[in-house]
Every structure is written in C-alpha cells, then in structure tokens.
C-alpha cells in the first residue's frame, strides 16, 4: 500500500505555515480554489506569472495548506491540479508555552484518494 501523501503532516513548521499565510500571492492562491485546479489555471485566476505560481504552489504543498494531486485523463495525458488541504488551522500555546499549529483536514472522497496514490506512484517512478 502506498503513503497517505498527508499522513504525518498534521504539524507542518510553524514558521513554514505563517510565512504563506503572510504571502499575498499564496492568500490569493487559496483564496481561488474552490475546486482543483492546474498550476497554469491558478496563474490566470490570480494574474501572477507562471513562474512564481510554482514557487508559491511548492511553498503551500510544503506547507500543508494544498495538496497536489493527478488528475486522470483518458487519453493519457495526466495533469497536475492542487486543492486545499485543510478546513481548519488552529495556532495555540502548548503545555511549555510554546506555539504549535495544528491543521483540521478535509475528508477525501474516493477519487481523491484515487489520484492521491496516483500522484505517489508518479514519485516513485
């Protein structure tokens, strides 16, 4: 069986998940997708060139604020599409008086789960 792409990401790095939330560029990002959509689709939607959108759709991923995921094609062709990756981000103080985050995920539906092992196969090969 292949790794849940988001299994063990429920702390990403503090620091990580605060420096694309500061980023305009990533707020718009989220702001956007309210279905999946392709790294060329994010750029148009929020008018940032498509060079910068990847940077920004890498640092979200690394984040674990979007998740990447394979969109299947018939003919063949897969593409790439990224989605939001949580409901929730909670920052709070913990027992040492330390900040922590935790993030509240969405349920994935069947095919989410489908194109999320797809996406790790791809990895893999």
Known sequence: MLPDPLAGED???????????????????VKSL????TASEIS?????????TYRKLEQLTDASILAQQTAL???GHHTSQ???AFEEVQI???ER???DISI??????????????????????
């Open 104 to 125: 509240t995920r969405p349920p994935q539906s069947a095919d989410e789960q489908l194109a999320s092992m797809w996406s790790e196969v791809r990895k893999e090969t």
């Open 11 to 29: 702390s990403p790095e503090l620091q990580d998940v605060l420096g694309v939330l500061d980023d305009p560029d990533c707020r718009d990002i």
């Open 92 to 94: 709070m103080l913990d």
């Open 73 to 75: 094609r018939t003919d």
């Open 82 to 84: 990224y989605v939001l």
């Open 34 to 37: 309210d279905e999946p959509m």
């Open 44 to 52: 148009d939607c929020c008018d940032i060139p498509q060079s910068t």
């Open 97 to 99: 008086r330390q900040f």
